[in-house]
């Protein structure tokens, strides 16, 4: 079900302008906003969640990025393959 929402006509005009320069009609610029708008709010309240749990937890912003630095290091360390391997193999699948 659909909800009908009253815009100011110059704002309107703006926005019809605007999404025409991007090839796009004014009604799936404002879907993408308000879907950029909902995952920056659940990124927040995720964020203010992991915030709380990292002051209880006692680990410091110094312990973090050591622990990154020690991922990083690890993933740089592994075998990955023959050179040209991966592209090989996308050739393959994309010539059929």
């Known amino acids: 079900m659909g909800k009908v929402v009253e815009i100011n006509g110059s704002l309107w005009t703006k926005l019809s302008s605007a999404a025409s ?37 006692g680990y410091r912003e110094e312990d973090a990025v050591r622990v990154v630095r020690e991922y990083r290091k690890q993933v740089r360390t592994k075998p990955v393959g023959k050179v040209g391997e991966a592209s090989r193999r996308y050739r393959r699948t994309r010539s059929g």
């Open 21 to 57: 320069r991007s090839g796009q009609t004014p009604e799936s610029v404002l879907r993408g906003l308000i879907r950029d708008y909902l995952e920056t709010e659940a990124d927040r309240t995720l964020d203010a969640a992991l915030a709380k749990d990292v002051l209880s937890s």
